[in-house]
């Protein structure tokens, strides 16, 4: 505040002094001056005293006002449209006190003339005038500050979204999601509806629309779209998403995906594309398509609309990477031995440090994997969505279960038994060597990401390393004997 006010400050006083004490001065130096020099002497003390008093005004209302008051109140930086505002007033001010003060001129006609020019002026730039104003209003309002993400709905077109940078005394500047600067006029913004994503909360609710097939049921599409977007990075989990049912088509039953961001954290737009995608993979993994024109004329064998978990279980085993290798009488047959699981959200799936001889593929739904912390503390550490699988150490090498898996959502899982496993390798043995491969390649990129980046010393164990290590276990534990050929590979 000080630093603000010791030039104006300081100019005051300087001026002040001979201002008070001139005709002293004049006697005791004995100075003969020219009636003109001293009339141009007075004038000028004269303007530099009105100039420095709106000089330290307008500093007193930046240091107290505007950088206390007003920045407090407001919860961020004073408007800058109406600091200049004020600012203006105030030489205006010095202005009219310079004219009739010093110089003894009328001011009533300044005003007249000035007001007649002004009307003239105002009517040529009528438009400009209006966003002044309209900025000078917003100022006011303040409907949103500077780095708040807005949508500016005007009528019949799209919304204009983006994060505001400032507000000028003609227009407001947003900063979209693609990097461009949107300038539009103040008059234009003072008239349209505005959507603030930012107040009266940090949080801002979203929505998505998703429509599937009527042969979907209800039930099973709420429980693969709420995993899909509890499981998307960014949306909060307070409070929580929603699956609502929203409107029947011609074409399906459309869906309602309710979501919270925080704009700051993540834009609209992005997190708008992180729920669909999620959604589309869930959607994928479950074997379902969204609803599209029933009018379809195909020239070759109509593609499944959706797959159930029920009776298409090979073509779900399909797109797990841990059977990728697998041929089709080889899926066909362990999909004939698997068992359909479902949990409701909760339930405990596998406990650590209990005993398993069987293994779990997620079909549908959100799973959350804990393992106690360094304090003891149980914590989440992993999600397992549709497609991924769990358990399998226990299955394959005979280990206790390593951590616990709640089921997060409402889940349908396969579940593989030891002996069904065995049956598999014992129609082929190389097998095992894909599925090793398989397994440490997870195992190995899980443990890496979990570390921060250059704490991987080359010491630990590598892909091929725990490959081989763990099918030594597999071959002991379901009596495989070992290639000769070294068709093993790494193992």
């Known amino acids: 505040m000080l630093n603000k006010l010791r030039w104006p400050l300081s100019a005051l006083i300087i001026l002040m002094v001979p201002a008070l004490f001139w005709d002293n001065l004049l006697a005791q130096l004995g100075l003969q001056l020219v009636d003109r020099s001293i009339t141009v002497a007075r004038y000028t003390l004269g303007i530099g005293l009105w100039l420095s008093v709106a000089w330290l005004a307008i500093r007193l209302l930046d240091a107290v006002v505007w950088d206390r008051l007003a920045a407090r109140k407001a919860g961020g930086g004073p408007p800058k449209l109406m600091k200049d505002l004020l600012a203006a007033i105030i030489w205006a001010v010095a202005a009219a006190g310079i004219t009739g003060g010093v110089f003894d001129l009328p001011i009533t006609g300044l005003w007249a003339t000035s007001g007649a020019l002004g009307l003239v002026v105002g009517l040529a730039v009528q438009s400009m005038i209006n966003d002044v104003f309209s900025g000078l209003a917003l100022?006011?309002?303040?409907?949103?500050?500077?780095?708040?993400?807005?949508?500016?709905?005007?009528?019949?077109?799209?919304?204009?979204?983006?994060?505001?940078?400032?507000?000028?005394?003609?227009?407001?500047?947003?900063?979209?999601?693609?990097?461009?600067?949107?300038?539009?006029?103040?008059?234009?913004?003072?008239?349209?509806v505005l959507t603030n994503f930012s107040e009266p909360h940090t949080r801002s609710r979203f929505k998505v629309?998703?429509?599937?097939?009527?042969?979907?049921?209800?039930?099973?599409?709420?429980?693969?779209?709420?995993?899909?977007?509890r499981s998307t990075a960014g949306v909060l989990s307070e409070p929580p998403p929603k699956v609502n049912v929203g409107d029947v088509s011609r074409y399906g039953v459309e869906y309602e995906l309710i979501y919270w961001l925080e704009p700051a954290e993540c834009s609209p737009a992005k997190g708008r594309s992180r729920v669909t995608t999620s959604v589309l993979a869930h959607l994928h993994s479950a074997g379902i398509t969204p609803a599209y024109e029933k009018m379809d004329v195909f020239h070759g064998?109509?593609?499944?609309?959706?797959?159930?978990?029920?009776?298409?279980?090979?073509?779900?085993?399909?797109?797990?990477?841990?059977?990728?290798?697998?041929?089709?009488?080889?899926?066909?047959?362990?999909?004939?031995?698997?068992?359909?699981?479902?949990?409701?959200?909760?339930?405990?799936?596998?406990?650590?440090?209990?005993?398993?001889?069987?293994?779990?593929?997620?079909?549908?739904?959100?799973?959350?994997?804990?393992?106690?912390?360094?304090?003891?503390?149980?914590?989440?550490?992993?999600?397992?969505?549709?497609?991924?699988?769990?358990?399998?150490?226990?299955?394959?090498?005979?280990?206790?279960?390593?951590?616990?898996?709640?089921a997060a959502t409402d889940?349908?899982?396969?579940?593989?038994?030891?002996?069904?496993?065995?049956?598999?390798?014992?129609?082929?043995?190389?097998?095992?060597?894909?599925?090793?491969?398989?397994?440490?390649?997870?195992?190995?990129?899980?443990?890496?990401?979990?570390?921060?980046?250059?704490?991987?010393?080359?010491?630990?164990?590598?892909p091929a390393s725990y490959a081989m290590h763990l099918l030594g276990k597999m071959r002991s534990l379901f009596g495989l004997a070992e290639r000769k050929n070294g068709a093993d590979g790494s193992a």
């Open 301 to 406: 064998p109509m593609p499944p609309r959706q797959l159930d978990s029920a009776h298409d279980r090979k073509a779900l085993l399909a797109r797990v990477a841990l059977f990728r290798t697998l041929g089709d009488g080889e899926l066909a047959h362990l999909a004939s031995q698997l068992t359909l699981v479902r949990f409701h959200e909760g339930d405990t799936v596998v406990a650590q440090g209990e005993d398993g001889e069987s293994m779990y593929i997620v079909v549908e739904g959100l799973l959350h994997v804990f393992a106690p912390g360094a304090d003891g503390v149980e914590m989440k550490v992993a999600q397992l969505v549709p497609g991924q699988f769990f358990g399998e150490m226990s299955l394959l090498s005979g280990a206790p279960r390593s951590a616990t898996v709640r």
């Open 139 to 192: 100022n006011i309002d303040r409907p949103f500050r500077p780095g708040q993400w807005v949508a500016l709905n005007l009528r019949g077109q799209e919304p204009f979204v983006g994060k505001v940078r400032d507000t000028n005394w003609r227009s407001t500047r947003l900063e979209t999601i693609d990097g461009l600067l949107l300038v539009i006029p103040n008059g234009l913004m003072s008239t349209s």
């Open 209 to 229: 629309n998703i429509c599937l097939d009527f042969g979907v049921p209800v039930e099973r599409a709420q429980r693969i779209l709420g995993a899909a977007v």
């Open 411 to 462: 889940a349908v899982t396969f579940e593989i038994g030891r002996a069904s496993f065995k049956e598999l390798l014992a129609q082929r043995t190389d097998i095992a060597v894909d599925i090793a491969q398989v397994v440490a390649e997870r195992r190995t990129g899980n443990a890496a990401r979990r570390k921060p980046v250059g704490e991987i010393s080359k010491s630990e164990e590598t």
